[in-house]
């Protein structure tokens, strides 16, 4: 059964890539052996034969070097103009996409597909410009000589002796739809040559000797046939996938170059993907930092870091592991991976060095039992000056180094201080046991100072030894031979010792490294889903990842027009176009990328599942904190951290809208539903009452009865519509217009106000004489006054006694309005003064439950409080606070006599 | 009453408030004018040569201060001002423009009729000589002699707290700002200080007035100033 199934994840992979396909556009590279061979020219005139189906062609870049059958093919085609870019002081011609763009033609030609752009173009390359131009549905035809590929880029230059710079990734040439081989015999291109057809008579000759002999011509062609071959081949195979010709489920290779220091670093990871490339394997570089690599020098740690990103270029993935042990660490890695192959490079250790440490390669293949292990060889070494540069690490900078200064002083002190103490006790102790004393002050120098003080301290401790106290004394020079015994055993065991302790440092040193960069990450990721809104994950995320990096951090969100804004003051740093290019894209753009490297920051998009979340711009203060590959991944990792929490920030504010949304919806149903009730009401019974009076048919003390009716109705309307005025005033945030004045002053007109409302019960005032001036809007606190006392009037029977008080109370005075009615119901004292609330809902007491709430928001926003409260035996009480402070100083008065 | 009928000049642009005053004003002794628009209004002032102009603060066409700006450019003829109830610096504004008195909307006719008496009594004694007397309920004020007297015995004034009531009494039966009486009992460089005026007139309410929590002569106006009611 299995025998006649396809591969599922194959078969989704074609599906997939099918559907990618029928968006974009299509690509055609038009590919050569070398220049000359009339790739241009096939490629304007396959143009031509789409233009004549009547499609829409649009000539972006065509380099015609002044041969005059080429540029006959331009004609009738339409070309574009290029745009002029400034650099460094001259204006230089340059492809112009977002014209391209726009104008959006079917076809467009790019002549040199791996041309390098101006820097302070959109893209570092002119494949990425045609990736663009793909990804708008457009299709490209372009050319390409075989020397640019990357992955033959070291052959061809080996071959011819050029080494070209401008190369193109292997995966862009294996994506393309088609590649149109443009195949001429090296003898008739000499030929064309030598006609002047290629290019202009003078550089001919020039050219000839360098590039054009016969056999690089022939060496080229071949490359370029194989390649194409290469291409075909995949293609067939791709083919019987598809139509399951071959359905063998085989597994896929998997191939790990170990990437080492040397020199030989380009060229192993090339033969790398080569060897993936023909054994359509995946790969993985990988490079093992073991303690002796800490201490590597600048240039070669560089080494590495190249090395892996072209690895990161031509497709593979990558990895830094940590480990002791290179071999071992290396083939645990392999085995978790099912890697079948390793690719590692030649070592050329010396003789000596082969004698202490056992070759990599020796370890691999003594340990390796199931992988192959492939060895590429590299060119003598140059650059081993490089080697001898001095110690300068990442983690040993220059505190430690100035440690290491403070190590050597230490060191000698302790070999002064021990070579005093046994100055001591030599009288009493055999010379061969005080020489323990040494040994112990060499190990705790090492143990605190590292290896180079340890060694230092090792060679003086033998010196003062030999000089001080072995015979003769004061000489270096040696009566008894056995001393010499002494000397070397103390030495080896010294050097031993301080080895020993050093590299446990530096494995200390590596751990805590590793230790803390867990430790940033988990920080970040405890304080971030502790975080409620964007902002204080933008604050969070900047104050924690600017130390971790050591550099500044802008990060950007989007507002809801998709525009992003900076939310930082350090904002002004970042290149919003460049942010909203990284934001659209998806894609990271800025220092260290393809697109606009020469930008000095990096921006890296915040993905999240749902979609982007903004942009995390940093400015790196030291490169190699923020570009290691380790540290890559870590900003990496950090961003996406910020992303996810970024989006759950948006969906809890999602639901906290839908939540305001109904509540202030049930909140205007209610104020609809009372409103309309409370209005009318009132006015039913002026309309019936009034169209009574209109119909004359009522005798004269009636009349006055229906009056007084319609009165009192429209009262209680103008009561209503005031207090709902007044609530969407205090709503709308009025502050209180306050002045110095005495609380009889607004008592007396509260009064005044509602003596209508009171007649019929009985009303007590009760002010205390000396109450001080007080600070407070008279209107807004009147109507306080006034609300309270009208409720009492309302919610007690007739006759009931109602009472005002006010006294001061600390520093407060306390206003209360009682009244020996039934009572506020259990329960609802605080209940009352939200909006809407009344204390009995069926109750036939007109009134919506708006004046407590308007006497909160007053009193409140005078600074005091209000409460209610039941009094004993029966009765309610609410009483309101209003803060009492100093009232500037009065101008002095006498008293005149009569 | 004089036997001459009064002229009034309503400047209201709501009909069925014009409407209504011009029914409560029906009668022998009254003559209404009635203007929709601030123009309008200043146009019939200048032609009709009313006795008493009652202007709505919230005019179509402008600001109602601004009318009664123009007016005092012309006339000291009697202003009555409308206004709603949460307009108390509009009110005070109008007032301190030029304004005699105002006119809380709602407002019943028994009130307004009250305030236009008191404001045509006002203009019709403004050429007489001052009593020597002033009276209200218990009190009586010997305006030449300088003396206060309750229920017939004496009371103690500070010469500030006479100030005051004799401000009080100049402009008896309407509406007197905050800004007006420091202005009149301090001086100009007083009229901010508020609290001045507070803690007087409490003092002058304690000693005048039987419950000085409910008075009944010196009226709070809130938010506005104060008022002394004769009676």
């Given at each position: 059964?299995?025998?006649?199934r396809?591969?599922?994840?194959?078969?989704?992979d074609?599906?997939?890539?099918?559907e990618?396909a029928?968006r974009?556009?299509?690509l055609?590279?038009?590919?050569g052996?070398c220049a000359?061979?009339g790739?241009?020219?096939?490629?304007?005139s396959?143009a031509r034969v789409r233009q004549?189906?009547?499609c829409k062609?649009l000539?972006?870049?065509?380099?015609?070097?002044g041969?005059?059958e080429t540029?006959?093919q331009?004609h009738?085609?339409?070309?574009l103009?290029?745009?002029?870019?400034?650099?460094k002081g001259?204006?230089?011609?340059?492809?112009?996409?977002d014209?391209a763009l726009a104008?959006?033609p079917?076809?467009?030609?790019?002549d040199?597909f791996?041309?390098?752009?101006?820097?302070?173009s959109?893209?570092s390359?002119?494949w990425?410009d045609?990736?663009?131009?793909l990804?708008a549905g457009?299709?490209v035809?372009?050319t390409l000589?075989?020397q640019?590929?990357e992955?033959?880029n070291?052959?061809v230059?080996?071959i011819t002796?050029i080494?070209v710079r401008?190369?193109?990734?292997d995966?862009?040439?294996?994506?393309?739809e088609?590649?149109?081989l443009?195949?001429?015999?090296?003898d008739e291109l000499?030929a064309r040559?030598?006609?002047?057809k290629?290019?202009l008579a003078?550089?001919a000759e020039r050219a000839v000797?360098n590039?054009?002999r016969?056999?690089n011509?022939?060496?080229?062609?071949e490359?370029?046939?194989r390649r194409?071959?290469?291409r075909?081949?995949?293609?067939m195979?791709?083919y019987?996938a598809?139509q399951?010709i071959?359905?063998?489920?085989h597994a896929?290779e998997?191939?790990?170059?170990c990437?080492g220091?040397?020199p030989g670093?380009?060229?192993?990871v090339?033969s790398g993907?080569?060897l993936a490339?023909?054994l359509?394997?995946?790969?993985i570089?990988?490079?093992v930092?073991?303690p002796?690599?800490q201490r590597?020098?600048d240039a070669?740690r560089?080494?590495?870091m190249?090395?892996l990103?072209l690895?990161?270029?031509?497709g593979?993935?990558?990895?830094?592991?940590g480990g002791?042990e290179?071999?071992?660490t290396?083939?645990a890695y392999?085995?978790t991976?099912?890697?079948?192959?390793?690719v590692?490079g030649k070592?050329s250790?010396?003789?000596?060095?082969r004698?202490l440490?056992?070759?990599?390669?020796?370890?691999?293949?003594r340990?390796a039992?199931?992988?192959?292990?492939?060895?590429?060889?590299h060119e003598p070494?140059?650059d081993n000056?490089a080697?001898?540069?001095g110690f300068n690490?990442l983690?040993?900078?220059e505190?430690?180094?100035q440690?290491q200064g403070?190590?050597?002083?230490a060191a000698?002190?302790a070999?002064?201080l021990?070579?005093?103490?046994?100055?001591?006790l030599?009288?009493?102790f055999d010379l061969?046991?005080?020489?323990m004393?040494y040994?112990?002050?060499v190990v705790?120098?090492?143990?605190?100072?590292?290896r180079g003080?340890?060694?230092?301290a090792s060679?003086?401790s033998?010196?003062?030894?030999d000089?001080?106290f072995?015979?003769p004394?004061?000489?270096?020079?040696?009566s008894?031979?056995?001393?010499?015994l002494t000397?070397?055993?103390m030495?080896?065991v010294?050097?031993?010792?301080?080895?020993?302790t050093?590299?446990?440092?530096?494995?200390a040193?590596?751990?805590t490294?590793?230790e803390r960069r867990?430790?940033a990450?988990?920080?970040l990721g405890r304080?971030l889903?502790a975080a409620l809104?964007a902002?204080q994950?933008?604050d969070?995320?900047?104050?924690r990842l600017?130390?971790l990096?050591n550099?500044s951090?802008?990060?950007?969100?989007?507002?809801?027009?998709e525009?992003l804004?900076a939310?930082?003051?350090s904002?002004?740093?970042?290149?919003l176009?460049?942010a909203q290019?990284v934001?659209d894209?998806?894609q990271?753009?800025?220092?260290?990328?393809?697109?606009l490297p020469?930008?000095?920051m990096?921006?890296?998009p915040?993905?999240?599942p749902?979609?982007n979340?903004?942009?995390?711009a940093v400015?790196?203060e030291?490169l190699?904190?923020?570009?290691?590959?380790?540290q890559?991944?870590?900003?990496e990792?950090?961003?996406?951290?910020?992303?996810?929490?970024?989006?759950?920030v948006?969906y809890?504010?999602?639901?906290?809208d839908?939540?305001?949304?109904m509540?202030?919806?049930?909140?205007?149903?209610s104020?609809?539903?009372?409103i309309s009730?409370?209005?009318?009401?009132?006015?039913?019974?002026?309309?019936?009452l009034s169209?009574l009076?209109a119909e004359g048919?009522?005798d004269?003390?009636?009349q006055a009865?229906i009056?007084q009716s319609?009165?009192?109705?429209?009262?209680?309307?103008n009561?209503?519509?005031t207090n709902?005025?007044?609530m969407?005033r205090?709503?709308?945030?009025?502050?209180p217009?306050?002045?110095?004045?005495?609380l009889?002053?607004v008592?007396?007109?509260?009064?005044r106000?509602c003596?209508?409302?009171?007649?019929?019960?009985q009303?007590?005032?009760a002010?205390?004489?000396?109450?001080?001036?007080?600070?407070?809007?008279?209107?807004l606190?009147e109507?306080?006054?006034?609300n309270l006392l009208e409720n009492?009037a309302?919610?007690?029977?007739?006759?009931s006694?109602?009472t005002?008080?006010?006294?001061?109370?600390?520093?407060?005075?306390?206003?209360?309005?009682q009244d020996?009615?039934?009572?506020?119901?259990?329960?609802?004292?605080?209940?009352l003064?939200d909006k809407f609330?009344?204390?009995?809902?069926?109750?036939?007491?007109?009134?919506v439950?708006?004046?407590l709430?308007?006497?909160?928001?007053?009193?409140?926003a005078h600074?005091g409080?209000?409460?209610?409260?039941?009094?004993q035996?029966?009765g309610?009480?609410?009483?309101?606070t209003?803060?009492?402070s100093?009232m500037?100083?009065l101008p002095g008065d006498e008293?005149i006599q009569p | 009453?004089?036997?001459t009928?009064?002229?009034?000049?309503?400047?209201e642009?709501?009909k069925p408030?014009?409407?209504?005053l011009?029914?409560?004003?029906d009668?022998?002794n009254?003559v209404?004018?009635e203007?929709?628009?601030g123009?309008q209004?200043?146009?019939?002032?200048?032609t009709?040569?009313?006795?008493l102009?009652i202007?709505d603060?919230?005019l179509?066409?402008m600001?109602?201060i601004e009318?009664?700006r123009?007016?005092?450019e012309w006339?000291?003829?009697p202003?009555?001002?409308?206004?709603a109830?949460?307009?108390e610096?509009?009110k005070?504004?109008a007032?301190?423009a030029g304004?005699d008195?105002?006119?809380t909307?709602?407002?019943g006719?028994a009130?307004?009729?009250?305030?236009?008496?008191?404001?045509?009594?006002?203009?019709?004694?403004?050429s007489?000589a001052?009593?020597?007397?002033?009276?209200f309920?218990p009190i009586?004020?010997?305006?030449v002699n300088?003396?206060?007297?309750?229920?017939?015995?004496?009371?103690h004034l500070?010469?500030?707290?006479y100030?005051l009531?004799?401000?009080?009494?100049?402009?008896?039966?309407k509406?007197i700002t905050?800004?007006?009486l420091?202005?009149a009992?301090?001086?100009p460089?007083f009229s901010?200080?508020?609290q001045?005026?507070r803690?007087y007139m409490?003092?002058?309410?304690?000693k005048l007035?039987?419950?000085?929590a409910m008075?009944?002569h010196?009226?709070?106006?809130?938010?506005?100033?104060y008022?002394?009611l004769?009676?």
């Amino acid at each position: 059964m299995t025998d006649t199934r396809p591969d599922p994840d194959a078969l989704l992979d074609a599906i997939k890539q099918d559907e990618l396909a029928a968006r974009r556009g299509r690509l055609k590279i038009f590919f050569g052996a070398c220049a000359g061979v009339g790739k241009t020219y096939a490629m304007l005139s396959a143009a031509r034969v789409r233009q004549q189906e009547g499609c829409k062609v649009l000539v972006g870049v065509v380099e015609t070097h002044g041969r005059k059958e080429t540029e006959a093919q331009l004609h009738g085609l339409e070309v574009l103009p290029p745009t002029r870019v400034e650099y460094k002081g001259r204006s230089l011609a340059e492809f112009d996409l977002d014209c391209a763009l726009a104008r959006q033609p079917q076809l467009i030609l790019m002549d040199e597909f791996a041309h390098s752009n101006v820097p302070g173009s959109r893209h570092s390359k002119r494949w990425q410009d045609v990736e663009e131009l793909l990804a708008a549905g457009i299709d490209v035809y372009t050319t390409l000589n075989v020397q640019h590929l990357e992955s033959l880029n070291d052959v061809v230059g080996q071959i011819t002796g050029i080494v070209v710079r401008e190369t193109l990734p292997d995966h862009v040439f294996d994506q393309a739809e088609e590649v149109a081989l443009v195949d001429l015999p090296p003898d008739e291109l000499l030929a064309r040559l030598a006609a002047g057809k290629v290019y202009l008579a003078q550089q001919a000759e020039r050219a000839v000797k360098n590039f054009f002999r016969k056999g690089n011509l022939l060496a080229l062609r071949e490359l370029a046939l194989r390649r194409t071959a290469d291409r075909v081949d995949a293609q067939m195979r791709a083919y019987r996938a598809d139509q399951s010709i071959k359905p063998v489920w085989h597994a896929r290779e998997r191939l790990l170059v170990c990437i080492g220091h040397g020199p030989g670093t380009e060229k192993l990871v090339r033969s790398g993907k080569r060897l993936a490339a023909s054994l359509d394997a995946d790969w993985i570089a990988v490079f093992v930092e073991t303690p002796q690599l800490q201490r590597l020098p600048d240039a070669q740690r560089a080494r590495i870091m190249k090395g892996l990103k072209l690895a990161q270029e031509l497709g593979a993935e990558t990895t830094i592991l940590g480990g002791s042990e290179l071999a071992a660490t290396l083939l645990a890695y392999a085995r978790t991976r099912n890697v079948s192959k390793l690719v590692v490079g030649k070592t050329s250790a010396g003789p000596l060095r082969r004698l202490l440490r056992r070759p990599l390669l020796e370890q691999l293949t003594r340990q390796a039992h199931d992988v192959d292990v492939y060895v590429v060889s590299h060119e003598p070494d140059q650059d081993n000056a490089a080697a001898q540069e001095g110690f300068n690490s990442l983690l040993f900078g220059e505190a430690t180094r100035q440690k290491q200064g403070h190590g050597y002083v230490a060191a000698l002190l302790a070999c002064l201080l021990t070579t005093g103490l046994v100055s001591l006790l030599t009288p009493f102790f055999d010379l061969s046991n005080v020489v323990m004393l040494y040994l112990l002050a060499v190990v705790l120098i090492a143990v605190r100072f590292g290896r180079g003080p340890g060694v230092l301290a090792s060679v003086v401790s033998v010196a003062t030894f030999d000089f001080f106290f072995v015979p003769p004394r004061l000489s270096l020079s040696v009566s008894d031979t056995q001393y010499l015994l002494t000397f070397a055993v103390m030495f080896a065991v010294a050097l031993i010792i301080s080895q020993l302790t050093a590299r446990l440092r530096f494995e200390a040193n590596i751990a805590t490294y590793r230790e803390r960069r867990t430790r940033a990450l988990y920080d970040l990721g405890r304080e971030l889903s502790a975080a409620l809104t964007a902002n204080q994950i933008i604050d969070i995320a900047v104050s924690r990842l600017q130390p971790l990096f050591n550099a500044s951090i802008v990060l950007l969100t989007p507002n809801s027009q998709e525009q992003l804004r900076a939310e930082n003051d350090s904002a002004a740093q970042a290149d919003l176009g460049v942010a909203q290019w990284v934001y659209d894209k998806q894609q990271a753009a800025g220092l260290g990328t393809q697109t606009l490297p020469s930008n000095a920051m990096l921006y890296l998009p915040l993905k999240a599942p749902m979609r982007n979340r903004g942009v995390l711009a940093v400015l790196p203060e030291q490169l190699d904190q923020v570009f290691l590959p380790e540290q890559q991944r870590l900003l990496e990792t950090c961003a996406a951290q910020i992303a996810l929490a970024l989006e759950r920030v948006h969906y809890v504010e999602v639901a906290q809208d839908a939540i305001v949304a109904m509540e202030s919806e049930r909140l205007r149903n209610s104020v609809l539903s009372v409103i309309s009730h409370d209005l009318r009401t009132p006015l039913t019974t002026l309309v019936g009452l009034s169209s009574l009076l209109a119909e004359g048919q009522v005798d004269t003390a009636k009349q006055a009865d229906i009056a007084q009716s319609i009165q009192e109705e429209s009262l209680r309307m103008n009561h209503l519509v005031t207090n709902l005025l007044d609530m969407a005033r205090l709503q709308s945030g009025v502050k209180p217009n306050k002045t110095w004045q005495l609380l009889d002053d607004v008592v007396g007109s509260a009064l005044r106000a509602c003596q209508r409302n009171l007649q019929g019960h009985q009303l007590e005032v009760a002010l205390a004489s000396d109450l001080p001036v007080l600070e407070y809007d008279a209107v807004l606190i009147e109507r306080v006054l006034v609300n309270l006392l009208e409720n009492a009037a309302k919610y007690t029977p007739p006759g009931s006694d109602i009472t005002l008080q006010a006294q001061a109370e600390g520093a407060t005075i306390r206003v209360c309005v009682q009244d020996d009615g039934p009572g506020l119901p259990a329960g609802l004292e605080q209940k009352l003064f939200d909006k809407f609330s009344r204390g009995n809902n069926e109750s036939t007491t007109p009134g919506v439950g708006l004046g407590l709430a308007i006497c909160r928001s007053i009193v409140e926003a005078h600074g005091g409080q209000i409460t209610a409260s039941n009094r004993q035996p029966h009765g309610a009480a609410f009483c309101f606070t209003l803060p009492v402070s100093q009232m500037p100083a009065l101008p002095g008065d006498e008293e005149i006599q009569p | 009453m004089s036997e001459t009928p009064v002229n009034l000049v309503v400047i209201e642009d709501e009909k069925p408030i014009r409407r209504f005053l011009a029914s409560a004003l029906d009668g022998d002794n009254w003559v209404v004018h009635e203007a929709e628009t601030g123009k309008q209004g200043l146009i019939e002032v200048a032609t009709r040569k009313p006795d008493l102009v009652i202007l709505d603060l919230g005019l179509p066409d402008m600001n109602g201060i601004e009318v009664i700006r123009q007016l005092r450019e012309w006339t000291d003829l009697p202003i009555l001002v409308l206004s709603a109830r949460t307009q108390e610096t509009e009110k005070v504004l109008a007032l301190d423009a030029g304004a005699d008195d105002y006119l809380t909307k709602p407002f019943g006719v028994a009130e307004c009729m009250a305030r236009i008496r008191v404001l045509l009594r006002r203009r019709n004694q403004g050429s007489a000589a001052p009593a020597q007397t002033f009276c209200f309920g218990p009190i009586e004020v010997d305006l030449v002699n300088r003396t206060v007297s309750k229920h017939g015995s004496p009371i103690h004034l500070t010469p500030i707290e006479y100030r005051l009531l004799t401000t009080l009494i100049r402009n008896s039966g309407k509406v007197i700002t905050h800004r007006e009486l420091l202005l009149a009992v301090w001086g100009p460089s007083f009229s901010e200080h508020n609290q001045y005026l507070r803690v007087y007139m409490g003092h002058l309410r304690q000693k005048l007035e039987d419950n000085p929590a409910m008075p009944q002569h010196i009226l709070t106006e809130t938010g506005v100033g104060y008022r002394l009611l004769e009676r």
